[in-house]
């Protein structure tokens, strides 16, 4: 039997909403609850706060291979190595998501790259903009991360990621402290998700201790292809992200990824209300089989600086401008008994009696322009950067 999958929920967002984007999320968090994460595209009127003054940057991929840990599943997992053997090749045929996984098992591909870097505490984002400029830097501190004050927001910081190739590889991993997190795609080839949320956790912990209980499911050790999820029916969602597009992801979820191209990324870590109140923040330090937590507990959250009554007026001063909507999550839960791609509707485009896989957009979207902002035309690709300012 295989499980249920469909795409994540797909939003579009305006200038204004995007200027208040943790509101934007809160409002719409029961479809990041149910799905584990959702994909946000930017309409004309969007402004990025991207950086013009620019310097090469320059990034290695890291010593690793992904290793095949037995014949019986498609289950990989993760091997740092001295130095990356010439002999090893990438597939340049990797273009979708069949050609990835069938090369990643075929019997003659033993050991894989992950052929990816990471670059922490750099950004192609600038910190000092106008307001109405979208800027990935304020997203902790206009979060529920402001009510632990600069020593907690100053440990968050914006982390640049490299895919140098097609079929370059994120294995699983959840944020730090199973906290919500935001990834943008800059430019380059379109990365394809698989989300995990984080009420299936046990059930793939069942499966990964059959072959070894010492993996951890948060630090990206392991890399699973989706054929074992739907043979033992765990719950995940599919998302392909492009250029000029945000995937949020819902605290505790878990994410894997590969890519059709090289490409640039950028996400950082932020916090709702939901993230303490729903156990999140205090499940993470079981949850770990690994090293990697004890090594970093030194950073970890003090949670009871998450008060109930502070969280009660952070979300009146913050987020009480936010009305609720339940038709989002009526239909989110309507759909998900179907297997079919799904874009949650604010408003549709074309009725859904005429496609099942409708495009949708927010409400009264129209009245956010003006006539002239109406017929431009907005160049994404000539806003994208790929290098950092020093």
Not at 278 to 298: E, K, L, M, T, Y
Not at 341 to 361: A, D, H, R, Y
Not at 380 to 389: F, I, S, T
Request: proline share 4%; aromatic share 8%; hydrophobic share 35%.
């Amino acid at each position: 039997m295989s499980s249920i999958w469909m795409d994540v929920p797909t939003l579009q967002v305006n200038e204004n909403q995007l200027q208040n984007f943790v509101s934007f999320i809160y409002k719409n968090e029961q479809i990041l609850k149910e799905f584990g994460a959702m994909k946000i595209q930017l309409n004309d009127s969007c402004k990025l706060s991207l950086k013009k003054r620019r310097n090469n940057l320059i990034l290695v991929p890291r010593n690793e291979q992904i290793v095949k840990i037995n014949n019986d599943e498609n289950i990989y997992s993760l091997h740092e190595v001295d130095h990356i053997d010439e002999s090893i090749q990438q597939s340049s045929l990797v273009i979708d998501e069949h050609d990835f996984w069938s090369s990643l098992s075929s019997s003659n591909n033993k050991q894989r790259l992950t052929n990816t870097s990471t670059l922490p505490n750099k950004s192609f984002f600038q910190k000092k903009i106008h307001p109405s400029h979208f800027n990935i830097h304020r997203l902790p501190e206009q979060s529920l991360l402001q009510l632990g004050g600069n020593k907690v927001t100053q440990q968050f910081v914006p982390c640049i990621r490299r895919a140098h190739g097609p079929g370059s590889i994120s294995q699983m991993t959840t944020a730090k402290q199973h906290l919500f997190s935001i990834d943008y795609h800059h430019e380059g080839g379109a990365r394809h998700w698989y989300i995990i949320p984080h009420y299936q956790r046990k059930s793939l912990q069942k499966i990964i201790d059959r072959h070894n209980s010492s993996f951890c499911l948060d630090h990206g050790q392991i890399l699973i292809d989706p054929s074992v999820l739907d043979n033992n029916r765990i719950r995940y969602h599919r998302i392909i992200q492009r250029s000029n597009e945000l995937v949020v992801i819902s605290a505790g979820t878990l994410t894997q990824s590969f890519t059709e191209n090289a490409n640039w990324s950028e996400s950082i870590e932020f916090a709702l209300p939901s993230w303490i109140e729903d156990g999140h923040a205090n499940a993470s330090i079981p949850s770990c089989r690994c090293n990697v937590f004890q090594d970093s507990s030194r950073d970890a959250i003090d949670v009871t600086l998450f008060r109930h009554e502070l969280i009660q007026k952070y979300i009146t001063f913050n987020l009480s401008n936010i009305t609720d909507d339940k038709s989002i999550s009526l239909k989110a839960e309507n759909m998900m008994q179907t297997n079919e791609k799904l874009i949650i509707p604010l408003e549709p485009i074309v009725p859904p009696s005429q496609s099942s896989s409708t495009t949708w957009v927010t409400p009264s979207i129209s009245s956010y322009f003006s006539e002239e902002d109406k017929n431009k035309s907005v160049d994404n690709n000539a806003q994208l950067q790929y290098e950092v300012l020093e």
